[in-house]
């Protein structure tokens, strides 16, 4: 991940020094648990405590890439360095497990510490849309289908539409918190060989894991593609949004304007420029991150017990895509929280084209009076085209309509074009007790 999307809290979350001190505290809960078994000798673990406790995380990893050089493996090479700096007790740490007991597990532990921070950022861009959706709740504004006037909404709707998507990214995104929240103590095939399923329980009960139910080598990565996943999904509602932030923001429709600072410049060459670089830059991370959802499926099928294909896979995807997420999720909130929403702009824009787009409810009037659909919209569509193209009043089109005219009193066209676009809009916020 390069710092210019990095925040120092997820960083911490996914640095080394916080993958050892993990590993570290895995091992010593095994090394407590075998010992209330019985299984390595009573006093071990009060004499290893203190050292423990005392230990630099720094030296411990100082040392551990020093012994991976001539080994090639991080594990063996992470215990030598414990059994140099704790002595000759140490002997007893990873009693009956393997390196994947370890890396899985303490993945585990980073992950699920991550995702609180995922969840907290979540929340925070739920709560400003939420403020958004009811601020702008009877805001009539401009309904689009193709790039092309539709029919009058609401804008607090349109921010509703993006709020129960994100809603439902919460959900997913609970769901994927636990799924990953398993971790395993049952040594080189699963199968428990050196120590009992008991051990397991304990040392994920201290850990606040829960005991994958069949782990095999490691933890199937299911559990991973599932995350990415939901990583996935949530760009994707990242995505949507600025999308719409970015459409709005054209000079020619001005209707909404993402936050531009008074040092900020929008171009080297045009200093009228203020582009919505935010947006484009969190589509295109929206990209970046579904491009993670192939690595991570395919790291799903490995060979028998275990191969370690999806290892240096993991190294890269899971850091990357949690933090892409959290700086995503952080400036979104940022977007949305300076979103310049330009109401008059709004309004003249509904109005500067008139209003060829009340063509439905002149339709079902046409419909309730008896004529056959295809004549009613056919006459419809001819009133509306007109005053589209030659910059005609709608209403005056309609009226003069031999046919039309036929069918409606003016009073009934007129009745017929006040429609209440937005009455049922209540209805709609009820089912999100707003």
């Not at 804008?155 to 918190?177: D, P, T």
Request: net charge negative; with cysteine; hydrophobic share 40%.
């Amino acid at each position: 991940m390069i710092k210019r999307y990095l925040y120092p809290e997820i960083e911490r979350v996914f640095s080394r020094e916080n993958k050892v001190q993990k590993w570290i505290k895995i091992e010593f809960e095994v090394l407590k648990a075998e010992e209330g078994f019985g299984i390595v000798p009573e006093g071990i673990s009060a004499r290893l405590a203190e050292k423990i406790e005392g230990l630099d995380v720094k030296e411990v990893i100082r040392l551990l890439d020093e012994y991976e050089k001539e080994t090639d493996h991080e594990v063996v090479a992470f215990l030598m360095a414990l059994e140099e700096l704790l002595g000759e007790d140490a002997r007893f740490l990873h009693y009956g497990l393997t390196s994947s007991d370890l890396l899985d597990t303490g993945l585990a532990l980073v992950l699920t510490e991550a995702l609180e921070l995922i969840l907290s950022e979540l929340d925070l861009v739920i709560n400003t849309l939420k403020v958004k959706v009811i601020e702008n709740k009877y805001v009539p504004f401009m309904g689009r289908t193709h790039g092309v006037f539709a029919e009058p909404t609401s804008l607090g709707l349109k921010f509703l539409s993006h709020y129960s998507e994100f809603l439902r990214c919460r959900e997913r995104l609970m769901k994927g918190i636990q799924e990953v929240s398993f971790g395993k103590i049952s040594g080189a095939v699963g199968n428990y060989s050196f120590i009992p399923p008991e051990v397991e329980e304990k040392v994920l009960q201290e850990l606040g894991l829960k005991p994958e139910p069949v782990s095999t080598q490691i933890i199937p990565r299911d559990r991973i593609a599932f995350l990415i996943s939901v990583y996935a999904f949530i760009g994707d509602a990242i995505e949507r949004i600025s999308q719409e932030i970015r459409l709005f923001q054209r000079t020619e429709v001005g209707e909404m304007q993402e936050p531009f600072y008074s040092k900020q410049r929008g171009s080297s060459a045009m200093p009228h420029k203020r582009n919505p670089i935010r947006s484009e830059r969190l589509m295109g991370l929206a990209r970046l991150l579904r491009g993670y959802l192939i690595p991570a499926h395919e790291d799903v099928s490995l060979w028998h017990e275990r191969d370690i294909s999806h290892s240096s896979v993991e190294r890269f995807i899971i850091p990357d895509a949690t933090e892409i997420l959290f700086y995503m999720l952080r400036l979104l909130r940022k977007n949305l929280e300076g979103l310049v929403i330009d109401k008059e702009r709004i309004k003249k824009n509904m109005e500067s084209f008139g209003k060829f787009y009340l063509s439905e409810p002149i339709l079902l009037a046409l419909v309730k009076k008896g004529v056959a659909r295809r004549e009613a919209y056919e006459w419809v569509k001819e009133c509306a085209i007109k005053a589209q193209n030659e910059h005609l009043n709608f209403e005056d089109v309609i009226k003069k309509h031999p046919k039309i005219q036929y069918y409606l009193e003016d009073k009934e066209i007129e009745e017929a074009l006040n429609h209440d676009f937005l009455k049922h809009v209540d209805k709609i916020f009820k089912r999100f007790n707003l």
